[in-house]
């Protein structure tokens, strides 16, 4: 049986936020992409590998993928994960007849794993990697700017995806055109989903806990540790915390949008600034800043330089943590307090909560926004502005 390998590491990792392709970020002593390669190369059972890359890394791979052992090629990502799995599909031998397909950002899966996986798919047509769901399921919908449970899911029947998968080839012939002709918006987080809409039965095989995606910071320190290779983590004099802390403060006035947190609030009033005057953003900006002893938000983003009139804060916000991650340190929670007399905030927090853990690539559980009034006292309690005041945390990484 000859089998070939698809490792899918065609995209960017914007949401890692490290400022370059996160299969190139470093975990231990190997970057993600070649632990990842790696395992396929060394795998008995793999014929072939083809690697889809960024436009640009493919023009010039990595030295790593050069193997002495098996054929690789290597393919153009695509705009969506179907594009560049197509891509890489195209470039694949005519002798396979299973091809297995794995994320790059899951550089911990077990060569276990992948004969687990080529073994079902030869007997079933095709296999996953998935691990039953081990918390109570919600399905949510957001109404009024909140998330609201529609219903609880059965946890017996739910199991979260993983990859490596594998398809005879034939299914994924199937899968591949059925994702070409899906319509915009449709886009497909793995080929299990699509071998299903080509109306293929896909068979599940036991995952890995330890086998994660490496989507955010967080994820990147976990796989560190699952990797024994802690040096991020475990090392004190390496890992030293630092504190951080911001405070903002902007006028109410008519004509103006009310943006905090990167959440438009309607209102009568809005915030005054050079910027979109996101008070939220600005502190939490200082905050990060501060921590890493890089400066503050009028150094790096002042109101003299019209660059930044009207800016999105969310933006600059995006901008600060990559001034931070270059600086040799990452964000591991913020902690903010928004002082406002009205409106009522606590519809919008999540929303906020959510737009800034995106911005930051952190995970929304590590940011905390409580609104709080000023008891009517001063300029705030009379509702002429609103302030914050926010703490960070950051860790050095280096």
């Known amino acids: 049986m000859f089998v070939s390998a698809i490792l899918a590491a065609g995209g960017r990792g914007a949401r890692l936020g490290a400022g370059r392709p996160k ?15 790696e ?31 098996k054929p690789v090629r290597i393919a153009d990502g695509g705009p969506r994960r179907q594009d560049s799995v197509a891509n890489a599909f195209s470039k694949v031998s005519e002798r396979a007849e299973i091809i297995v397909i794995h994320d790059a950002a899951r550089p911990l899966a077990s060569a276990a794993l992948f004969s687990s996986v080529i073994e079902a798919a030869d007997a079933a047509g095709s296999a996953i990697a998935a691990v039953p769901a081990s918390d109570t399921v919600k399905e949510a919908d957001e109404h009024d700017g909140m998330l609201h449970i529609v219903r609880t899911l059965p946890r017996e029947r739910i199991y979260l995806a993983q990859t490596p998968q594998a398809f005879q080839r034939q299914i994924l012939l199937d899968a591949i055109a059925t994702g070409r002709d899906a319509p915009p918006g449709s886009d497909a987080t793995d080929e299990a989903s699509l071998a299903e809409r080509a109306g293929h039965r896909v068979r599940l095989v036991d995952g890995e806990r330890s086998n994660i995606k490496i989507t955010t910071e967080q994820d990147l320190r976990v796989a560190e540790l699952l990797a024994g290779r802690p040096e991020r983590v475990d090392h004190a004099e390496s890992r030293i915390p630092r504190i951080g802390i911001g405070y903002d403060l902007h006028r109410l006035e008519p004509g103006r949008p009310l943006i905090i947190g ?5 209102h ?3 915030l005054a600034g050079h910027s979109d005057a996101d008070v939220l953003c600005h502190a939490i900006t200082d905050a990060i800043l501060g921590g ?10 002042p109101d003299s330089d019209p660059r930044w009139k009207d800016a999105n804060s969310i933006d600059l916000l995006k901008r600060a943590v990559d001034i931070v991650r270059d600086a040799g340190f990452s964000v591991w929670n913020v902690d903010a307090v928004v002082i406002a007399e009205q409106p009522r905030l606590s519809p919008h927090i999540d929303r906020m909560r959510r737009t800034l853990a995106q911005a930051m690539g952190i995970d929304i559980s590590a940011i905390a926004v409580k609104g709080k009034t000023n008891e009517k006292v001063g300029a705030l309690g009379r509702n002429e502005g609103i302030a914050v005041h926010a703490v960070a945390l950051l860790i050095q990484s280096r």
């Open 23 to 37: 299969q190139l970020l470093s975990l231990g002593d190997r970057t993600i992409l070649q632990r990842s390669f």
């Open 268 to 270: 009568a009033t809005g």
């Open 262 to 266: 990167g959440v438009e609030i309607p």
């Open 292 to 301: 890493s002893a890089q400066g503050d938000i009028g150094r790096h983003f």
């Open 39 to 69: 395992t396929i190369e060394a795998h008995d059972r793999i014929d072939e590998i083809v690697v889809a890359l960024p436009a640009d890394l493919a023009a010039a791979p990595p030295p790593f993928l050069a193997s002495r052992k």
